[in-house]
């Protein structure tokens, strides 16, 4: 039997204008610890904004979400536009403020919020095939937008939760580590930094995601 | 007892021009694994050059060390001058072309290379209060240049073998997740990305070099 394939759709390099670093080094170190392989994705756009992740201040710089995504991918990254379903078994979103600012308009526009064209195609072909999606801190409030009536965890913060629901969602309070499965919809979801965490407790909640999305594969 | 401190010296982020993310993730992810306590810091520096990771093209821009080092310590990083090796019970350093670009110039002098002076003052008060002290993938070139004698790994490659030794330390070849001890000198290495790894491979390189680290901590 071939290796499982999940695309990973990374939203920059840095928690504060892009992808969390941690939850995607650790959701692809989890996929290659459970035998799967994985490749990276991150749509061909500017970023919202480019924030100096010491001072916390806005600098004044452009960067691009897929040549910065590259740096967590090693360079081994594809444009967000030619995904393609069929080339893989499940989806991930790792978090950070990139999946609110870059690959969704959330942080911004909470319940009304519009999702990056390429990042919603592949979302929606995914799930149309049936293959099982993940997501990690932020980034279940992009699948409650685009797959409405879907379970999902953001952990244990109120406003979240109650866009979430404002948005035909439903959500699900958790802890450090803990995940969500929604297997009606295959979606499998765990807070990470959403909680003050340690590095270990986000390797927890990535290396617990990524069995159940290989779990739902063989459902 | 109070947890141990285990300070980690970031070069960047990004393996092309910086600290190699998964490294430098999968290092601080280990320390709270073990149940340690991590600082990061960073020299506050320009990057020898910026590193488009997509294209490996060098971009017409530059950046600061000690501020892109921030996105993977999550805003939480301290100066490199501020050091003082009594707050601290080891020192790590991830590997990455950061290390051989910005925190020495390794990767153009080869042995005769010099270290960033903050962070040979590092690396020296560490080892004169008889601290241990860890490197991966390409990092214990700089112990090697600054620590006369030392045994380290980098894997494989038979020419940075040779420059470890015409810098005056001893080789031990070493396959993936492996660890090379020096017991005398209290050295910790490990080859990480020096070999063409999967991911897990790299956690289970830290994994080991941190449980070895916080072992020589006890002797």
């Known amino acids: 039997m071939s290796k499982k394939s999940i695309a990973v759709i990374l939203s920059g390099c840095g928690n504060r204008d892009g992808a969390e670093i ?11 610890k459970h035998g799967a392989d994985y490749q990276c994705y991150a749509p061909n756009i500017d970023q919202h904004h480019v924030v100096n992740h010491l001072t916390g201040n806005k600098m004044d710089e452009s960067r691009n979400v897929l040549v910065e995504s590259a740096r967590i991918a090693r360079g081994q990254i594809m444009d967000l536009e030619s995904f393609q379903a069929e080339a893989h078994d499940g989806l991930v979103i790792p978090g950070g403020l990139g999946a609110a600012k870059n690959l969704s308009s959330y ?27 993940g997501a990690l801190c932020i980034a279940p409030a992009i699948l409650a937008r685009i797959l409405p009536g879907i379970t999902v965890t953001i952990g244990q913060d109120q406003n979240t939760a109650t866009t979430i629901t404002r948005m035909g969602g439903q959500h699900v309070p958790s802890l450090h580590g803990e995940i969500t499965i929604d297997h009606t919809h295959k979606i ?32």
């Open 22 to 32: 941690h939850e995607a080094t650790l959701t692809l170190w989890a996929i290659h």
């Open 107 to 133: 942080a911004f526009d909470g319940p009304e919020c519009t999702v990056n064209p390429a990042t919603k195609q592949a979302i929606r072909t995914m799930a149309t095939a049936g293959k099982p999606i």
């Open 188 to 219: 499998v979801t765990t807070p990470c930094y959403m909680l003050d965490s340690r590095v270990d407790q986000i390797g927890d909640g990535a290396d617990r995601l990524i069995a159940a999305l290989l779990q739902l594969m063989a459902e």
